[in-house]
């Protein structure tokens, strides 16, 4: 949580590459636009790989 709304850690946020197709939590959520990429943090589909394989390293 953060100080007004909850807050996405980006450096645990692969945007669900390794997981799924696409970001899960866009898709489940009821308010339209309201999950955005942080254009200050906008990270390749390597380098989201990258951070799956850091987070899961077991496999
Ligand atoms: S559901 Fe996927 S895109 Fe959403 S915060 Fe978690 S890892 Fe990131």
Same mark, same amino acid.
């Given at each position: 949580? %953060?100080? $007004?709304?909850? $807050? /996405? &850690?980006? *450096?645990?946020?692969? $945007?669900?590459? %390794?997981?799924? *197709?696409?970001?899960?939590?866009?898709?489940?959520?009821? =308010? *339209?636009?309201? /999950? =955005? =990429? &942080?254009?200050?943090?906008? $990270?390749?589909? *390597?380098?989201?790989?990258?951070?799956?394989?850091?987070?899961?390293?077991? %496999?």
């Amino acid at each position: 949580m %953060g100080l $007004e709304y909850y $807050e /996405i &850690d980006t *450096d645990r946020c692969t $945007e669900c590459v %390794g997981h799924y *197709d696409s970001p899960t939590c866009q898709q489940v959520c009821p =308010i *339209d636009n309201t /999950i =955005i =990429i &942080d254009p200050q943090r906008v $990270e390749t589909n *390597d380098q989201l790989w990258e951070k799956f394989v850091v987070l899961h390293p077991a %496999g």
